[in-house]
């Protein structure tokens, strides 16, 4: 029965022309719009590039992701061929830290030339079957999309970036737990005040387990630094994150969950877990009401092109961005009233709150 379901879940995620690849802009080209993307990964470096080999160590980098003007709300193009920066995602300038030390001092120094309310970090961790260049122009669409004020940073995991490596990948978010919370010691050692982590799929596990871990550790006061935490499509068994919730209580605030019952990958991780649910795919608030949590039913909503799966709708639909604005914004601002003005059908059992979102009305 796995190895069908393994067939269909290649033929909904994987990339019709082979895996995003990085393509350098030239000195000669002009750039009209670009994110800078500070990168904390655990992956191997070898042959000039980020792999799906493990690494003991967390290395710092920085992009100056290009952004380019033919494109549609949500969309991500990667060259397949010669590289057109009109059209596809590209990078201006890469830097690699070497030493922890330089990261740091660079992220203070960008803290400091900010605002005193966009002094945020907001931290994104990928999901499944990301390759270093998908997950990093993931991040820059995200970033530039909603145009997210404050520092952007990016947890690269080793991800194997094929559809075929699901197991793999779960095992490497395991094997990633302490690299991450390394990345969020870091960030507040830094003077990061405000940290919004933020995890996609598999990236939601990873999360999880990683603030689970901080908390049994003892030495839990960076904690106390997040600003909120969002899961996106969170591929997590619900008991599995019921006993996570329960050791990281009290929950940081806000504490939102992205959800759709139309996630078409989450339902096949579900057959190849054996479990019926994952957190992601979530009905009712009901399983989570012990929690206090803002769940977001986006069923109502279709992914962008070639989100075949409705996985990464959050990152693809234009009317949903278009709708909800500002990720960090959407963090932070209502943290004393979660529903805010968004439409939909807003229900409350026990501690939790779900919106089952609508498209606005043109």
């Keep these: 029965m796995i190895r069908p379901t393994l067939i269909a879940l290649a033929f909904l995620l994987a990339a019709c022309a082979g895996p995003p690849r990085i393509a350098m802009v030239t000195d000669s080209t002009e750039v009209a719009a670009s994110r800078t993307v500070f990168v904390a990964t655990n992956r191997a470096f070898e042959d000039q590039r980020f792999t799906a080999g493990r690494s003991d160590e967390v290395e710092y980098t920085r992009f100056e992701v290009s952004i380019p003007p033919d494109r549609e709300v ?21 830097d690699r830290y070497t030493s922890d030390a330089g990261f740091r001092a660079d992220i ?24 270093f260049a998908s997950g990093l122009f993931r991040v820059a669409q995200l970033a530039h999309d909603y145009d997210t004020p404050g520092i952007v940073a990016h947890f690269s995991w080793p991800s194997a970036g ?46 999880m387990e990683t603030l689970r871990q901080i908390r049994i550790s003892g030495d839990d006061a960076v904690l106390r630094y997040l ?34 019952r139309q996630d078409r990958a989450l339902r096949l991780a579900a057959g190849i877990t054996g479990r019926e649910n994952r957190l992601g795919t979530l009905g009712t608030v009901e399983d989570v009401a012990e929690f206090e949590i803002t769940m977001i039913d986006l069923s109502a909503f279709d992914g962008g092109p070639g989100d075949w799966a409705n996985h990464s709708t959050f990152a ?17 601002a209502h943290a004393e009233n979660p529903v805010g003005l968004l439409p939909g059908t807003v229900l409350t059992i026990r501690n939790a709150t779900q919106i089952l979102l609508t498209p606005a009305l043109q």
Excluded: C, M
């Design 316 to 332: 693809t639909s234009p009317s949903l961005i278009g709708l909800l604005g500002g990720l960090p914004d959407f963090g932070t």
């Design 108 to 131: 203070a120094r960008e803290l400091r030339a900010l605002a005193p309310e966009d002094r945020e970090v907001v931290v994104f961790v990928h999901g499944y079957n990301n390759n």
């Design 162 to 207: 094929q559809p075929f490596g699901y197991v793999f990948d779960r095992e490497s978010a395991t094997f990633s737990r302490d690299a991450l919370e390394a990345f969020l010691r870091d960030l507040s050692a830094a003077g990061a005040d405000r940290i919004l982590l933020v995890g996609h799929s598999v990236g939601a596990f990873l999360t």
């Design 227 to 260: 600003s909120g935490v969002v899961l996106i499509s969170p591929d997590i068994d619900i008991e599995v994150f019921q006993t996570q919730a329960r050791v990281l209580e009290p929950l940081p605030q806000p504490f939102v969950i992205f959800t759709s």
């Design 74 to 94: 949500g969309e991500i193009s990667w060259p397949r061929g010669r590289f057109d920066p009109n059209r596809d995602f590209g990078v201006a300038r890469a």
